[in-house]
């Protein structure tokens, strides 16, 4: 829409990034692009947060619209995940923790991003992360309704709930966050498709298998939260950003992991090609989990708790049976250690690992008739050979 200078404040002698929109190339609906223009100035502008970019100024002169902002000297977020790189497991939590933190202090403000991918975040080489381009952000009490039907964001990133026409909250930029904190670990996406169509009908309906079956680098404590961000119904999700990053950050503790600076999310980086996340011949095997759930079944009543499982450190509000017993089924974990109710359940680790496993390599019946009579005709054939000798 526009084109972004690299520009100086000559009255503070400063460095800025300026974000300009030339209205005279916008002759049909100039006047919604000047009012999102101006809706992402507001919204940024009302953040003061070391995670958020920080804007400056913003007006009009002519045609053209502009937004005067912090100068970030760093890359895209999406520059060091491409080709199917995995980033370092230490860079990864902190990464994420740290768009966790941005999005608590923003949410807690009453504004909601809806477009966080990796585009839009920014690794700096000596400072924190920052999240930017608020161009699609709202405010929670905002009572202009997004259009029916129209999607607002990348369809890689969306949430079930934007990908079927629904009205994003704070919990939506939650579960894009889970997508980036997959990417990252694993090297590729948790959810891919041939085309938009089914790339969203994946969103809405899989469960992708969980990232420690894709990096054996990947603690069960991890698996955990990354499951939690990507639960298909928003009340089984993180309720809120700052419970997330709680439980990152614990994570990091309990892990030993003390990378937090942005230099090594930039420089130690994992190159790995990227993994094939379900072999072909299960893909119709995968458990779905449609948002549209029976609200019969959520209604009904809990069956008596088990003996709580040791804590792991995660935020308490997560240790709860419904959230236990779905991240079992997420996470692959065999019958018998989670409660009876989970049994039947499949996920999508089960369902590969339940497919037909060859055949014993052990001998068949057939192998040891064709050996036995392959031995008996040369037992036949000798005796013929020596009975020729002898005559």
């Given at each position: 829409m526009?084109v972004?200078?690299k520009?100086?404040d000559?009255?503070l002698?400063?460095t800025v990034a ?5 209205m005279?190339?916008?002759?049909d609906g100039?006047d919604k692009y000047?009012?999102?223009?101006y809706q992402?100035?507001r ?7 070391p ?8 007006g ?11 100068y970030?000297?760093?890359?895209e977020?999406?520059?060091l995940?491409?080709e199917?790189?995995r980033?370092?497991?230490?860079q990864?939590?902190?990464v ?10 923003a949410h ?5 991003h809806?477009d ?8 700096t080489?000596?400072g924190?992360?920052?999240i ?5 952000a709202?405010r929670?009490t905002?009572s202009d309704l997004?259009?029916?039907g ?8 969306m ?8 009205r994003a909250?704070?919990r939506?930029?939650v579960?894009?966050l889970?997508v980036i904190?997959y990417?990252?670990?694993?090297g ?8 938009i169509t ?6 809405v309906?899989f469960?992708?298998p969980?990232?420690?079956?894709i990096s054996?680098?990947v603690?069960p404590?991890?698996?955990h939260i990354?499951?939690k961000?990507?639960?298909k ?20 503790r309990?892990l030993?992991?003390?990378a937090?600076?942005?230099t090594?999310?930039?420089?130690a980086l994992?190159?790995a ?9 299960a893909?119709t ?6 948002v ?9 009543p ?14 308490p509000?997560f240790?709860?049976?419904?959230a236990?017993q779905?991240l079992?089924?997420?996470t ?8 009876p ?6 996920s999508?680790t089960?369902a590969v690992s339940a ?5 014993h ?10 050996v036995?009579?392959?031995?008996v ?5 000798a005796?013929a050979?020596?009975r020729r000798?002898?005559?």
């Amino acid at each position: 829409m526009g084109v972004v200078y690299k520009a100086t404040d000559t009255v503070l002698e400063r460095t800025v990034a300026v974000k300009t929109v030339n209205m005279a190339l916008e002759q049909d609906g100039s006047d919604k692009y000047e009012a999102r223009f101006y809706q992402e100035a507001r919204s940024a502008a009302g953040l003061n947060h070391p995670n958020i970019v920080t804007v400056h100024d913003g007006g009009k002169a002519g045609d053209i619209i502009f937004m005067a902002m912090e100068y970030i000297e760093g890359v895209e977020l999406r520059t060091l995940m491409s080709e199917g790189r995995r980033v370092g497991l230490a860079q990864a939590i902190s990464v994420a923790a740290q768009i966790a933190e941005g999005l608590a202090y923003a949410h807690e403000r009453g504004v909601v991003h809806r477009d966080i991918k990796p585009a839009n975040i920014m690794v700096t080489a000596s400072g924190p992360v920052k999240i930017t381009d608020f161009g699609i952000a709202r405010r929670r009490t905002s009572s202009d309704l997004t259009q029916t039907g129209m999607l607002l964001g990348s369809p890689k990133y969306m949430s079930p709930e934007q990908v079927i026409g629904k009205r994003a909250d704070h919990r939506s930029d939650v579960f894009s966050l889970g997508v980036i904190l997959y990417e990252m670990v694993c090297g590729a996406a948790p959810f891919n498709g041939e085309n938009i169509t089914a790339l969203m009908y994946q969103t809405v309906n899989f469960v992708p298998p969980v990232p420690s079956t894709i990096s054996r680098t990947v603690p069960p404590v991890l698996d955990h939260i990354v499951a939690k961000m990507l639960a298909k119904a928003v009340e089984d999700r993180y309720q809120d950003a700052q419970e997330a990053a709680r439980d990152l950050r614990d994570c990091e503790r309990q892990l030993g992991l003390t990378a937090t600076s942005s230099t090594q999310s930039m420089r130690a980086l994992n190159v790995a090609p990227a993994p094939q996340l379900i072999a072909e011949q299960a893909k119709t095997q995968v458990m779905q989990q449609t948002v549209n759930r029976s609200r019969d079944e959520d209604k009904a009543p809990a069956e008596t708790p088990p003996t709580p499982a040791p804590s792991i450190g995660i935020a308490p509000s997560f240790n709860s049976q419904e959230a236990t017993q779905r991240l079992a089924a997420m996470t692959g974990a065999g019958a018998g250690t989670w409660p009876p109710a989970l049994e039947g359940r499949q996920s999508a680790t089960q369902a590969v690992s339940a497919l037909p496993r060859p055949a014993h390599t052990g001998w068949r019946r057939r192998d040891w008739l064709l050996v036995g009579g392959a031995t008996v005709l040369g037992l036949i054939v000798a005796g013929a050979v020596t009975r020729r000798d002898k005559s």
